[in-house]
């Protein structure tokens, strides 16, 4: 209607302007990068030194308009720097809360808005492909939705969270689902590549340099530092040991000097976690777990003999492993039971999609912990589905898990040697040591007051590489077609 309104009053050929910006996109992107840079050049040391003052927005803005511009042209590249925008990049946006939107989450944004709008504008519809995670992933995003409808509901008689909060805490499973449905779309092998190389990378060089801190703290850490808070949580090691262990034993044509690099980094690993982090069962237990399975699967043959030589090594070091895994936890495990007993008498006012993102934690008070009215989280991810969503949201989480597990299985036999298939083991790894970080905290989908936004950080790697998988899964598929 506004085409045949432009071309009848104001003669507009809206073709031809079509035509033309199509046939000189890149010349206009070029001119529009070079112009944003050349202004922020002329404009930052001014405002450094104090001759002009002009507001900081307008400089990021004039960076913004430039960044945007290549990442329109270049979408993978946009997607690929959802990695360091997670672990170093300090950029935020506040909220009107507590809470700000980390680099991370904004940059996961902004992939997701480009994908939507190059369908729209380009495709002109919208495509999704299919993959058997897909539909449990979209039912629980909208049951998280449906679930922020119910805690509007009066179900004590106590205050419920801010809408601010609860809003908070249903766009954590929103976020989850988008960046798992980005990677999908989005990347391809080669960029897969590229995504393990940058996180790696960046990885190692917080393992390596983690434990100088001390010793060497004037050169080390302004460097460890860049790491942003939230970043390094249960997240973070679960993936860099699961994908590094997948490459190492199953990619056979990875060169030497590599898997020399990679060995070292698990040694780093190791004594990040097994002695500077031994007290912290969340940062060795779940990825060591999945690096369990990743072995388990992998080697069909023996697979029987492994489990019998380690369950004997489990019952021969049990008190010892039990200490271990305990360490100081034995009270927290003890008050976490008590709050999940408590948790589960909050949600039987609605079992069925839970009372609402957040709002159990201002209902906790009215059930005594130890002989103490007090607010407190489950620092347990499934805990938080049924308390939050109720039956229909863990149950959805749940299945899918499966799924992804089953998808991870069964690309194992479909994809070549080399790095495809130590990706596919890694990220099964990755899947398995991420089910079990859930019992261990609210990792993989944060509450909005225990790990929040910031520790969303990680969970964004892990949603990453697992919508990876989707992606191996659509390449290989279309290969098979042809």
Known sequence: MFSRIAQKWFKIDLE???????EHKNLLIRVIVILGLAGYLFLLPRYAIGKHRIPQMIIFATLGIGGLAVLISQPVLATLLIIPATLIVPFGIGTGTQSNLNAGILMVLACAGLWVLEMIVVHKKISIIRSRPFLPLFLLMVSSVISLGFGQLPWFNMPHASMASQIGGMIMYILAGVTFLVAAHRLSLPSLKWAVVLFLGLGSIYLFLRPLTNRYYSLVYPVVSLFEQGATGSMFWIWILNISVGQLIFNHRMPLLLKIGLGGMLLTFFYNSLVLGREWTSGWLPPLLGASAIIFV????????????ALIAIIATFPSLQSTVMG???YSL??????????????????IFGVGPANYYFYTPIFPIRGY????NSHNNYMDLLVQTGIVGLGLFIWFMTEQSILGLRMMTKVPEGFAKGLVYGIFGGTIGTIVAGMFGDWVIPFVYNVGFNGFRASILGWFFMGGLVALEQTFQSQEGK
Not at 298 to 309: D, K, N, P, Y
Not at 373 to 376: A, E, K, M, N, T
């Open 373 to 376: 009215y007090v607010q407190f």
């Open 334 to 351: 003890v008050t976490r039971t008590e709050a999940w007993e408590i948790l589960l008498k909050v949600v039987q006012v609605n079992p």
């Open 328 to 330: 100081g936890n034995e």
């Open 16 to 22: 031809s302007i079509q035509d033309w910006l199509d």
């Open 298 to 309: 992998g080697f069909r043959r023996t697979r029987i003999l492994i489990g019998v030589f």
